[in-house]
């Protein structure tokens, strides 16, 4: 199976995370109408970076909550999977950085937190605990998050 991958690299750093998706949503129009099967977004997309002074985590979460819809219906409109880049999650009271697989009927099929923090994270962020490797319609894909390619294994 011959698969296109669309990588999206967009400058993120609007006062509002929801024109970010909005732009996210070009991406992905434009990466489905060249035959891409999935596409993937950059860190912290889904809600602003927790690492900057004064963010309010619970409202990165919600951020995040939101995003990830929008980019669920990005997904089935354009019939395209699409990895979420990451925002913020809270479980339990501990708020992680975290990406998403999302199918092309919408569906989240899985979700990885990110181990390796990278330092200004730690004083904000807990570290998740294992890998994610998720079966899709192309096989077995693995997620993982920015800085955690210094730890490959």
């Known amino acids: 199976m011959k698969l296109k991958v669309a990588l999206a690299q967009l400058k993120i750093d609007s006062p509002n995370v929801a024109d970010d998706i909005r732009i996210a949503g070009k991406f992905v129009e434009k990466a489905a109408k060249k035959g891409?099967?999935?596409i993937i977004f950059p860190e912290y997309i889904l809600s602003d970076d927790p690492r900057r002074p004064g963010r309010d985590l619970k409202k990165l979460c919600k951020e995040t909550k939101e995003s990830l819809k929008?980019?669920?219906q990005?997904?089935?409109q354009y019939k395209i999977d699409i990895v979420s880049g990451s925002g913020i999650e809270n479980t339990k009271g501990n708020f992680y950085n975290v990406t998403h697989y999302i199918d092309r009927k919408g569906k989240v099929l899985g979700k990885y937190r990110k181990i390796n923090l990278f330092h200004p994270e730690r004083p904000v962020l807990k570290s998740g605990d294992q890998p994610?490797?998720?079966?899709?319609?192309?096989?077995?894909?693995?997620?993982?998050?920015?800085?955690d390619l210094i730890s490959p294994e």
């Open 132 to 147: 994610t490797v998720i079966q899709t319609r192309f096989g077995k894909i693995g997620l993982t998050i920015c800085w």
């Open 70 to 72: 929008t980019l669920q």
């Open 36 to 38: 891409a099967g999935i």
């Open 74 to 76: 990005f997904a089935k």
